[in-house]
C-alpha cells in the first residue's frame, strides 16, 4: 500500500507563465507547489507522491494520456487523487468536449476558466488538499482494518476456524479457505450455498434447515452440528455457528459466522460412549463367544462399517474359522471357514503380528489378486488385527467396508482398545468359572469331611434351642401359673360369696379376676410382638404430640430421682406407627433407662428427622429414605459390647432372677421391625446407653387425638340385625353370642369355616359374619370371608385373632368392608366394633 502522505501541488503548464504565477500564489497562500516540464515528468511525480495536481488544459488535449491513465487505474481503493484544470475562456463543459474527455479520464476534476482571481485558484487548491488529506485518514483507517482482518483470519486459523458469510437476499455464499478446507474444497475452488447443502449428509440436511429456520424466526443465534460427506466418500462433522446482521432499516441482511471441524471430537465421544456400553454388557455377560460378538457390534456400529467380526485362526492351514459376525443391512454374514490366500497375500504380516490396513483393495498390491473376491463379500477396505496369546497367532478381529475408506490412527486405536477389553473379559470369566469349579470342589471335600461333625453340632444347637425354650417356658409359666392363681381364686371366691347370700362383696373379685386377665393379655402381646406377629393398628402419628402427651406418666414412672428432658424436634415428619405400642415401647425404654441409674440421673428423649443415605441407611440395616427417629438416652451404668449384642435376644436379660422376663427389648425391636423400622443401641460402660428407633416417614397428616368421655352403655342393635359368629373355640363363640342376644342382635353361630359358608348361603338376611381366622378343616377365616363375598360382595366382615396371620389377612391391608378385632377385648369394645361395622 502506498505510504505517501505529500500534500504539495504538482504544476504542468509548460507553456508560457502559468507554471510560475500558479506556484507563487500558491507559495504566498502558504502550500507548497513545484512544476514540472512534460507530462512524462508529471506522471513520475506523480507516482512518487503529490496532494493535488494542477494543469492546463491545452497541455493535456492531444497529448497520449496512457501513462496518466494508468496512474489513475493503479490507485489503491483508498484513493482518488484530485486535479483542477485551468481551461481557455469559454472553455466550460457544456461549450467543450475536450473538457469531457478529461472528465472521464481524469475523475476527480476541477475546472477553472481563465483568467482567475488568486482566491479563486487558492480556494480550490485549498480543497483539493483537504479531500487528499481525508483520503490519507481513510487509508490509515482501511490499513488499520485489514490488519485486523489479517489478525482475524490468523486466529480463525490457529483455532481451526473457518469463516462465512450467506446472503440471505441472494443466497450468495462467501467462505474463507479455511471453510472450505472443512468441506473438503481447495483453497480456490468455488463452494456456493448450493454445494453446502449437497455435501450435508441427506440425514442431517432436514436438521440443518430446521436450525436456519429458529434462528430466522426467532433472531436466535444459529448453532448447528451436522455430518458432511466430502467429495472422497469420506464423512466428517461440523459445528457451524452464526448470527444475523440488518441494515439501517432493521431488516436482516445476512448472516455471518464461522465453522469448525469436529469429527475428532465426535469420535473420541463415540469412542468413549461405546467403551462404556462395551463395559456395561461384557459385565452382564458369562458366554465368551456372546461377547466376542458384542465388541462385533459395538466395533461395527461406533465405526459405521459393513461388518465386524471375530474369528479363530488355523496358522499352519492359513484359515480363519467365524462362528458369528456383526452384519449392516445388506451384508451377509462371513460364518463359517475362509481360506486368507482367497483374498490376497496379508496373511504374511498377520503371521508377523503387524494390523493390515487396506483403504481400497483395488489399489493395494496385496491384495490386487483377491480385488473381485473382497468387493463381494464387502470389503473393499479391511482392517484386520491379529490377536496373539503367547507370541502365537490364535485369532483375528476385523472390521469390513463396502467402499473405499482411509483408516484413522484412532480407528485403529479403538478397535485394539475393545479387542483388549473383551480379551481381558474373557479371561477374568473362564478365571471365575475355574475358581468356582475349584471352591465348588473344595467345599465338596469339606462337607464330606465334615459330615461326621452336621449332627454334633446339631445336637448343640438343639442343646441350645431347648435351653431357650425351658427359659421361656420357665418364665411363661412362672407369670401365668401367678396370673391363672388371680382369676381361678377370684372367681371360685365370687362362687362361694353368691351361695353365702354376700353377692354385695364380690366386686373385688370381679376386679382382681379382670387384672390378672388384662396382664395376661399384656403377656401375650409382648409375646407376640417379639414374633413380629402381633396386629397392630398403625396410623399416621406425629411422635412429638405422643411424647408430650405421655410426660407427666413417664415422670411418675420413673421417680423423683430420675430427671427427664424431652427434646422434640421443629416440623417433626409424620409416620405411620401403631400409636398403643410406641407408647408402651417408649416407657418400657424409660423404665430399663431409670433401672439402669440406680442412684438417680437424668433420662433424654429426643426426637429428629432423618435423612438416610445409602451409605447411613446401610449402617443401620435400612432401605435409604426419610425416618423419624425417637432416641432415649441416659446417663446410667452403659452397656457392654457383649451385653448389647445380645440385648435384642429373647428371654435374655441383665436383671436378677425374678425382676425381668428378658421380652421386654424384645418385644420393641419385634414392634419396630414390624413397623419397618429399626433400632439401635449406642452405648459405653460407665457413660450412659442411648436407644434409638427409626420409623419411615409418611406424607400424610397425624390424626388428631381422640377424648375419652368415660364409659358409655353399650350400643344396642337398631333393627334386630342377623349376625353369623364362627370361632372354633365354644367359649368364645357362646360369650359373642350372649353378647349379641343381649345387644338385641339376633346371632348364628358356627364352629369351623365350610359349616359357616353353608350358613351364610341358606340365610341371605345375614349382615355382618364375625370370624376367627384361625379355623379347622381346611378353610380359615379370610379363605371363609372371600368365598362368601363371591356371592354377596357387599357382605360386612370383621375378623377376630390374636395372631397376626399374615398370609392370611393380607400383611395388614384388607379389603373395603373387612376389619380386625385383636384378642382378648372387652365386652364394650367387642360391641362398639359391632355397631361401627354395621353402620358403615
Same mark, same amino acid.
Given at each position: ?20 504565477? !500558479?506556484?507563487?500564489m ?16 508529471f ?9 493535488f ?48 474527455? &478529461? ?8 475546472f ?19 479531500a ?23 486466529a ?5 476456524l473457518?469463516a ?26 468455488? #463452494?456456493?450455498y448450493?454445494? @453446502? ?8 440436511? =432436514? ?22 460427506v ?32 469436529v ?6 465421544l463415540?469412542? /468413549? ?38 474369528? @479363530? ?10 462362528e ?9 454374514? &462371513? !460364518? ?17 503380528g ?7 483393495a ?11 473376491? @473382497? ?44 479387542a ?13 468359572? =475355574? ?35 425351658? /427359659?421361656l417356658?420357665?418364665?411363661? !409359666? ?5 396370673l391363672?392363681?388371680? +382369676? ?24 382382681? !379376676?379382670?387384672?390378672?386377665a ?24 406425629? +411422635? ?5 402427651s ?29 400409636a ?6 417408649l ?8 433401672d ?62 425374678g ?9 420393641i ?25 427409626? #420409623? ?56 369351623d ?15 355382618? @359374619? ?19 363375598r ?15 396371620e ?35
Amino acid at each position: 500500500m502506498n505510504r505517501t502522505t505529500a500534500e504539495n501541488a504538482l504544476i504542468l503548464a509548460p507553456r508560457g507563465r502559468d507554471a510560475d504565477v !500558479a506556484q507563487a500564489m500558491l507559495r504566498e497562500a502558504g502550500l507548497e507547489a513545484a512544476a514540472v516540464p512534460d507530462l512524462a515528468s508529471f506522471v513520475q511525480t506523480l507516482r512518487g507522491g503529490a496532494g493535488f495536481a494542477i494543469v492546463t488544459e491545452e497541455t493535456l488535449r492531444g497529448a497520449d494520456l496512457r501513462d496518466l491513465a494508468g496512474f489513475l487505474a493503479d490507485q489503491e481503493e483508498w484513493s482518488d487523487f484530485p486535479f483542477i484544470v485551468l481551461t481557455a475562456r469559454g472553455g466550460g463543459l457544456e461549450r467543450n468536449p475536450g473538457a469531457v474527455r &478529461l472528465l472521464e479520464t481524469l475523475g476527480n476534476v476541477t475546472f477553472l476558466e481563465r483568467p482567475f482571481h488568486p482566491t479563486t485558484l487558492i480556494s480550490l487548491a485549498r480543497a483539493a488538499r483537504r479531500a487528499r488529506l481525508r483520503q490519507y485518514e481513510a487509508r490509515t483507517r482501511l490499513v488499520a482494518i485489514n490488519a485486523g482482518q489479517e489478525r482475524l483470519r490468523v486466529a480463525l486459523a490457529a483455532g481451526g476456524l473457518g469463516a462465512w458469510t450467506m446472503d440471505l437476499r441472494s443466497n450468495d455464499l462467501h467462505t474463507s479457505p479455511e471453510c472450505r478446507a472443512q468441506y473438503g474444497r481447495g483453497a480456490d475452488e468455488p #463452494f456456493s450455498y448450493p454445494d @453446502l447443502l449437497d455435501a450435508i449428509h441427506p440425514d442431517d440436511r =432436514a436438521h440443518m434447515r430446521a436450525a436456519v429456520d429458529r434462528s430466522l424466526s426467532t433472531g436466535e443465534h444459529y448453532e448447528v452440528e451436522y455430518r458432511i460427506v466430502w467429495p472422497d466418500g469420506s464423512l466428517h462433522w461440523i459445528q457451524v455457528n452464526g448470527r444475523l446482521e440488518h441494515d439501517s432499516h432493521g431488516r436482516v441482511r445476512q448472516m455471518v459466522g464461522v465453522s469448525q471441524d469436529v469429527t475428532a471430537r465426535r469420535r473420541v465421544l463415540s469412542h /468413549q460412549a461405546a467403551l462404556i456400553a462395551l463395559g456395561d454388557g461384557l459385565r452382564e455377560m458369562t458366554d465368551p463367544a456372546e461377547m466376542s460378538y458384542l465388541a462385533a457390534e459395538i466395533i461395527g456400529t461406533t465405526l459405521g462399517v459393513s461388518r465386524a467380526g471375530y474369528g @479363530l485362526i488355523d496358522r499352519a492351514n492359513e484359515t480363519i474359522t467365524i462362528e458369528r459376525d456383526w452384519n449392516s443391512p445388506g451384508t451377509v454374514s &462371513l !460364518a463359517g471357514t475362509l481360506q486368507f490366500r482367497d483374498y490376497g497375500s496379508y496373511i504374511d504380516n498377520l503371521k508377523r503380528g503387524e494390523v493390515v490396513t487396506i483403504a481400497d483393495a483395488r489399489l493395494d498390491p496385496r491384495t490386487s489378486g483377491g480385488t473381485a473376491e @473382497l468387493e463381494a463379500i464387502h470389503a473393499r477396505a479391511f482392517i484386520n488385527m491379529p490377536v496373539v496369546d503367547h507370541g502365537a497367532f490364535v485369532a483375528l478381529l476385523y472390521v469390513n467396508n463396502k467402499s473405499v475408506r482411509e483408516w484413522s490412527p484412532e480407528d485403529i486405536a479403538f478397535m485394539r482398545d475393545v479387542a483388549d477389553r473383551t480379551q481381558a473379559a474373557i479371561e477374568r470369566r473362564n478365571a471365575e468359572a =475355574a475358581l468356582a469349579e475349584l471352591a465348588e470342589s473344595l467345599e465338596r471335600q469339606v462337607e464330606e469331611r465334615t459330615r461326621e461333625s452336621e449332627a454334633a453340632q446339631e445336637q448343640l444347637r438343639q442343646a441350645q434351642k431347648m435351653e431357650a425354650v425351658g /427359659q421361656l417356658t420357665g418364665g411363661l !409359666a412362672h407369670d401365668f401359673n401367678n396370673l391363672l392363681t388371680g +382369676i381361678s381364686g377370684g372367681l371360685e371366691l365370687i362362687e362361694m360369696r353368691i351361695k353365702q347370700g354376700r353377692s354385695g362383696e364380690i366386686g373385688k373379685y370381679v376386679e382382681m !379376676a379382670r387384672t390378672a386377665a388384662k396382664r395376661a393379655a399384656s403377656l401375650t402381646h409382648r409375646l407376640l410382638a417379639f414374633s413380629r406377629r402381633q396386629t397392630l393398628d398403625p396410623k399416621p402419628t406425629d +411422635i412429638n404430640r405422643l411424647v408430650a402427651s405421655m410426660d407427666e406418666f413417664l415422670r411418675r414412672s420413673v421417680g423423683p430421682a430420675v430427671e427427664i428432658e424431652v427434646v422434640g424436634a421443629g416440623g417433626l415428619w409424620t409416620t405411620l406407627v401403631d400409636a398403643n405400642q410406641l407408647e408402651n415401647a417408649l416407657l418400657n425404654l424409660c423404665i430399663n433407662a431409670r433401672d439402669a441409674m440406680p442412684d438417680g440421673g437424668r433420662i433424654t428423649i429426643e426426637t429428629a428427622n432423618k435423612w438416610l443415605d445409602a451409605a447411613a441407611a446401610r449402617e443401620r440395616d435400612l432401605p435409604p429414605g426419610q425416618y423419624v427417629s425417637l432416641c432415649v438416652t441416659d446417663t446410667g451404668t452403659g452397656m457392654s459390647p457383649e451385653t448389647i449384642e445380645r440385648a435384642f435376644d429373647p428371654f435374655y436379660t441383665t436383671k436378677p432372677i425374678g425382676e425381668g422376663t428378658g421380652l421386654g427389648l424384645s418385644m420393641i425391636y419385634g414392634f419396630v421391625r414390624q413397623s419397618g423400622g429399626q433400632v439401635r443401641i449406642y452405648s459405653e460402660m460407665g457413660e450412659g446407653t442411648t436407644m434409638c428407633l427409626y #420409623f419411615p416417614r409418611v406424607h400424610s397428616q397425624a390424626q388428631p387425638e381422640q377424648d375419652t368421655v368415660g364409659a358409655a352403655p353399650l350400643p344396642p342393635s337398631l333393627v334386630g340385625e342377623t349376625v353369623l359368629v364362627v370361632d372354633d373355640e365354644p367359649a368364645v363363640r357362646a360369650l359373642i353370642v350372649d353378647t349379641l342376644a343381649e345387644l338385641g342382635y339376633d346371632a348364628m353361630e358356627a364352629g369351623d369355616g365350610v359349616s359357616g359358608l353353608a350358613m351364610l348361603r341358606a340365610h341371605p338376611g345375614i349382615q355382618l @359374619l364375625v370370624t376367627d381366622v384361625g379355623l379347622p378343616k381346611g378353610m380359615n377365616g379370610r379363605q371363609l370371608a372371600d368365598a362368601a363375598r363371591v356371592d354377596r360382595p357387599d357382605l360386612k366382615v370383621l375378623f377376630i385373632t390374636g395372631y397376626a396371620e399374615n398370609a392370611v389377612i393380607g400383611n395388614g391391608q384388607l379389603d373395603p368392608g373387612m376389619h380386625v378385632l385383636t384378642k382378648p377385648f372387652a365386652i364394650d369394645v367387642l360391641a362398639n366394633r359391632i355397631r361401627e361395622v354395621i353402620a358403615s
